[in-house]
């Protein structure tokens, strides 16, 4: 009988990868960046629950800081009820890009955003870092980033 090889076949440089279909049906190919198959069929195996999930990587992550969060304001506008409320998370927002701007959401880790509120807070107080650092937050919900980060991130005390 022949081993089976999980659906996995070599590319350029030995690089393993696979066939799958997305959410419309059409059939795609995803390279794993691994040249051992047990980790390339651990790779596919996550890639795959997570397409199932739909909670794979869009194409945010390669956006700054800057003009995601500047998007994710204007589009969270509309659940605003006033126009203090707009120009509250306008300002917000203007701190937040002051200190993150150019960062690539990608490559925001947890010691960006406990750097950004110990450096934040020596400023203003601790709810105000809070609710800049939540616009980053939903930003980072969004591309789907969020979640290895929410583990072990925890939102400065207020009193």
Not at 36 to 50: G, N, P, Q, Y
Not at 81 to 92: D, G, I, M, T, V
Not at 119 to 128: A, F, I, L
């Amino acid at each position: 009988m022949r081993k089976g090889r999980g659906g996995l076949y070599r590319r350029e440089n030995g690089v393993l990868a696979f066939r799958y279909k997305d959410s419309n049906g059409k059939w795609r190919e995803w390279y794993t960046g691994e040249t051992d198959r047990e980790k390339a069929k651990d790779k596919k195996t996550i890639f795959l629950s997570d397409l199932k999930e739909g909670t794979l990587p869009t194409k945010k992550p390669d956006w700054a800081v800057s003009p995601a969060t500047t998007l994710w304001v204007e589009q969270h506008a509309v659940h605003l009820n006033s126009n203090k409320a707009q120009r509250n998370e306008q300002s917000l927002l203007r701190q937040l890009i002051k200190r993150l701007g150019t960062t690539k959401l990608k490559s925001i880790t947890l010691d960006n955003l406990k750097n950004y509120q110990r450096d934040s807070r020596k400023e203003v107080g601790e709810r105000t870092v809070n609710l800049e650092l939540q616009i980053l937050v939903s930003v980072l919900k969004e591309a789907n980033l969020w979640t290895p980060l929410s583990k072990h991130y925890q939102r400065l005390r207020e009193p």
